[in-house]
């Protein structure tokens, strides 16, 4: 995906019509790149390179695991992205000189939404406000309404992490990993934390009820916690997009006791676009009786099972705590057994 992302879409296609001729199942990985890179150079050679206008994209990447640190990219013709650079430059100097202004004359400060400057003195740098003015600012798009996020963004964190006794990382919706020490200062800044029971032996969350047919905001968050990702198997859409919560076994919405219930061991999160396939009955996903596993059948060419998702650290954290646990009742142990016959010691006599 990587190598044909420069592609126009229609030179993609070409690409992939190709591909798929290939016998996959015996080409070693190495040779797969090298051939390839090669056609993607061939049709690239063979065909008009697409233009600035036409690969205009905004990419999300992590750039890398467990540092806590993502990327935004903006690409596009370069003078727009020049004039939006000097745009988001400009109204950084602006505010830095206001901030200087206010400093001095012991005005409000504006644009100082942390309380940062108030706390140092000084005017916040540019990268700083440039990326608080890209970051924290209001989107506006006239005659649109935006949709409002289907549930809170989760920053999960184990116990232990939290009370400063491991550094087991924290997650942020459940896939991105956190480092510790960044998962206990977003913590630190919460105004509400919310507890999430698992199961200590396998890391399974215990289940919330409900008698509906949408489900409650607990079931949504629930089930966000759960299936941080489509439920699909291979898909990874939702996990900064919303999902849609869908009844594995269908809803009767005519005689609502004959369907699949509003429970959740009957729900699951699945993106805008395989909903609309398990809709059209494309896909076929179904529950099995334990409660854990579900049967999935893709058209005729997959067949295969899942589990359900658990949170896989509760078990070493729970491991952890017990260790903990067992070394205090030791100590304990070993200080009743300590003799009763020793007269204490004199206190020293005191100078003064």
């Known amino acids: 995906m990587r190598k044909v992302r420069p592609l126009a879409p229609e030179q993609r296609r070409v690409v992939d019509s190709y591909v798929a001729e290939w016998d996959l199942e015996n080409i070693p990985a190495d040779r797969y790149r090298r ?14 390179r697409p233009g600035p206008a036409a690969m205009r994209d905004v990419r999300f990447e992590i750039l890398a695991e467990g540092s806590g640190v993502a990327c935004l990219s903006v690409l596009g013709p370069i003078p727009e992205i020049c004039a939006l650079m000097k745009q988001v430059d400009g109204t950084a100097r602006s505010v830095q000189r206001a901030q200087r202004r206010a400093l001095e004359t012991g005005e409000p400060v504006p644009f100082d939404l942390d309380g940062d400057v108030v706390a140092s003195g000084y005017p916040l740098p540019l990268a700083a406000l440039r990326y608080a003015i890209l970051t924290r600012s209001q989107l506006e798009t006239p005659g649109v309404g935006r949709r409002g996020a289907d549930s809170r963004v ?37 105004l509400t934390w919310h507890r999430i029971l698992t199961d200590p032996a396998d890391g399974a969350f215990p289940p919330v009820p409900a008698a ?87 058209g005729q060419l997959l067949a295969l099972d899942t589990r359900q998702n658990t949170d896989l650290l509760t ?17 304990r142990l070993i200080a009743s057994l300590a003799p009763l016959d020793e007269e204490p010691a004199e206190p020293e006599p005191s100078p003064f």
């Open 154 to 190: 989760n920053v999960v964190i184990p116990a232990l992490t939290l009370l400063g006794l491991a550094d087991a990382p924290g997650t942020l919706n459940g896939v991105i990993p956190l480092p510790a020490p960044l998962a206990r200062r977003l913590a630190a800044g919460a």
């Open 315 to 331: 078990p070493a954290m729970v491991e952890l705590l017990e260790d903990a646990w067992a070394e205090h009742e030791a100590e």
């Open 35 to 48: 051939e390839l890179s090669l056609l993607v150079a061939w049709w690239d050679a063979d065909a008009a």
């Open 212 to 298: 509906q047919y949408r489900p409650t905001t607990a079931m949504a968050e629930h089930l966000r916690l759960r299936d941080p990702v489509c439920a699909v198997p291979g898909c990874i859409r939702g996990r900064l997009t919303p999902a849609e919560i869908d009844h594995i076994e269908e809803f009767d919405h005519e005689d609502p006791g004959s369907g699949g219930a509003t429970e959740i061991r009957n729900l699951h999160r699945l993106c805008w676009w395989h909903h609309r396939l398990k809709t059209e009955r494309l896909i076929d996903p179904e529950k099995a009786p334990d409660g854990t596993t579900t049967h999935w059948e893709i």
